[in-house]
């Protein structure tokens, strides 16, 4: 079983940026996810937080329009 470590993942640290370049997979998902939300809110694929200077790793974030 995959250990996941939810205690290190900072939801804030991830707004304000700039959608980042993804694998394939990682777009798939998002149109996936895109697919089963309701109207209004929108799939981005953003950069996560860098740890120890490195890049962060894409992620999915979902964000409702202010419509």
């Known amino acids: 079983m995959t250990d996941l470590d939810f ?3 900072v939801l804030p ?7 980042v370049s993804a ?7 998002a149109g996936k996810l895109q697919r089963a ?3 209004g809110w929108r799939v981005e ?6 740890r ?5 790793q894409p ?6 329009s202010d419509q």
Request: charge should be positive; charged fraction near 15%.
């Open 23 to 29: 694998s394939t997979p990682m777009h798939r998902a």
């Open 13 to 19: 640290a991830i707004t304000g940026i700039s959608p």
């Open 45 to 50: 694929v953003v950069e996560g937080p860098r």
């Open 59 to 64: 992620v999915l974030r979902v964000v409702v």
């Open 52 to 56: 120890n200077g490195q890049a962060g």
């Open 7 to 9: 205690d290190a993942f």
């Open 37 to 39: 939300l309701p109207p």
